[in-house]
Nanobody
Framework: QVQLVESGGGLVQPGGSLRLSCTAS????????MGWYRQAPGKQRDLVAT???????RYADSVKGRFTISRNSAKNTVYLQMDSLKPEDTAVYYC?????????WGQGTQVAVSS
């Protein structure tokens, strides 16, 4: 049984920062990449950032230069440092772990950017 536990969401003012964490537990092997996606109300779920087991990163254009993804492979944990947050970053953020067999999703954590 694989479980992803996310933390770090919350309410922040524009220009502020948040750090999301996601830890995968259970029988999970051969992770290809870990990443973050987000879904705003009434919109589809979109990629935010991913990081491969070789530490290659990929970012959505809208977050480049503001967000940084990193991982601790020994702990099966992925982080998303979010700086210079904007109101349009408001969404539910989901962690994803992709293995050679299947993908796993976290339950989501709410991020709200508002003054």
């Amino acid at each position: 049984q694989v479980q992803l536990v996310e933390s770090g969401g919350g309410l922040v003012q524009p220009g502020g920062s948040l750090r999301l964490s996601c830890t995968a537990s259970g029988s999970i092997d051969n992770i290809l990449y870990m990443g973050w996606y987000r879904q705003a109300p009434g919109k589809q779920r979109d990629l935010v950032a991913t990081i491969t087991r070789g530490s290659t990163t990929r970012y959505a254009d809208s977050v480049k230069g503001r967000f940084t993804i990193s991982r601790n492979s020994a702990k099966n944990t992925v982080y998303l440092q979010m700086d210079s947050l904007k109101p349009e970053d408001t969404a539910v953020y989901y962690c994803k772990v992709m293995t050679s067999i299947k993908g796993y999703w976290g339950q989501g954590t709410q991020v709200a950017v508002s003054s």
